[in-house]
Each structure stands twice: as structure tokens, then as C-alpha cells.
């Protein structure tokens, strides 16, 4: 099984930022929200994390031997990085919605992300058909992932949300992949 989660919160996500590749650590709800999902996860399994601190502490606790890979790492929001949702202009909104090949400034496209996340998977899922594999990553590649799975395009982005602290199940063993869970939140309830 594919197992995809996406990290604990940080205070940049808690502020409502667009949260690129700027590298804060989890905030003390993220650090309680990795706990829960490593109490839930099944020990033993191969971890890969994105690089940036906030996936590799929400890894931390799920294996002694976590892997980085570059290709998990969140979308690059060029100028945008820091924008707060709110204070992006709606104009920016519609020429992004619009084309998955448009990117902000010094930026990264849908079709970059797709580019670089989707040959991991393909990687990964003779392995993840026989035994489980953890990927710890960000919003916009968990999208990807999932886009991947469905066998649909990238465009899917602007059509769901990945809950902070979520997880996705795909299974591999098949002929295609197939998505099994979408945004399991349920280790999260007893914090609320």
C-alpha cells in the first residue's frame, strides 16, 4: 500500500500563507498532529519524506531510517511564497485555475509538479504493491498523487482539499492504481 500523508501544521499554514519551499518547523499542534498519525500508521514500513523540515519531523516519528527525496518537495510558489491566501489577487487566481502550465514568477507550474512527482510513483508502486510505503510530503504533491491514481490530469488540483495531517491510501497491486482513502482525519478527532 501507498500510504501518503501530508505533514503536521506549521504557523505559516495556521496564518493562511502560501507555504512553498520556505522551511519552518511544525508548530506544537503539528507536533501533537504527527504523533497521531504515527500512532495510527503500520510500523515498519519504508518512510520517504520531502526534505523540508516540516515533513521530516512529521516523519520523524514513523521510522528510524526515513529516505528524502527531492521530487516530494511542495510546490514552488516563486513570488508568491509567503502571500497570504487572501492577498492574492483575483486575476492571479483565475490565470492559475485556468492553465495547469501557468506559474507564478520564478515559479512552478501543475505540469512541473506532475513532471517530477508522478515517475516517483511509478517507481514506487511494484514495491508498495507487497509491502507499505510512507510518503510524507506537502498539499500540492499530495494532489499530484492523487491525480495519479485516478489516471486523471493534474488539473484536479483546484478540485480538492488535503486536510493538514491527512492520509491517503492508494493500492498498487493492481492492474491500475487504485485511491482507497482520501483525507483521513479520523486520528485527529481526539484533539479536537
Known amino acids: 500500500m501507498l500510504i501518503v500523508v501530508r505533514h503536521g501544521r506549521t504557523e505559516a499554514n495556521a496564518g493562511g500563507e502560501l507555504l512553498g519551499r520556505r522551511d519552518p518547523s511544525l508548530d506544537a499542534e503539528g507536533r501533537v498532529q504527527a504523533r497521531a498519525i504515527a500512532d495510527v500508521l503500520p510500523a515498519g514500513a519504508r518512510v520517504i519524506s520531502s526534505p523540508l523540515a516540516r515533513c521530516r519531523e512529521t516523519a520523524a516519528g514513523l521510522g528510524s531510517d526515513v529516505e528524502i527525496d527531492e521530487r516530494l518537495i511542495e510546490l514552488d510558489y ?44 511509478d517507481e514506487l508502486a511494484p514495491a508498495a504493491a507487497s509491502s507499505d510505503v510512507v510518503l510524507v510530503s506537502h ?18 488540483s483546484w478540485r480538492c482539499f488535503v ?30
Request: charge should be negative.
Open 78 to 121: 516563486g513570488e508568491l511564497e509567503g502571500t497570504p491566501l487572501r492577498e492574492v489577487e483575483p486575476s492571479t487566481w483565475r490565470e492559475w485555475r485556468a492553465s495547469t502550465s501557468w506559474r507564478p514568477e520564478g515559479g512552478e507550474s501543475h505540469d512541473d509538479l506532475a513532471a517530477r512527482v508522478w515517475p516517483l510513483l
Open 163 to 192: 486536510e493538514q495531517a491527512s492520509i491517503q491510501r492508494i493500492a498498487t497491486g493492481g492492474v491500475r492504481p487504485s485511491l482507497r482513502t482520501f483525507n483521513e482525519t479520523a486520528h485527529l478527532d481526539h484533539l479536537a
Open 139 to 156: 498539499v500540492s504533491p499530495i494532489k499530484a498523487v492523487v491525480a495519479w491514481a485516478l489516471g486523471v490530469s493534474i488539473d484536479i
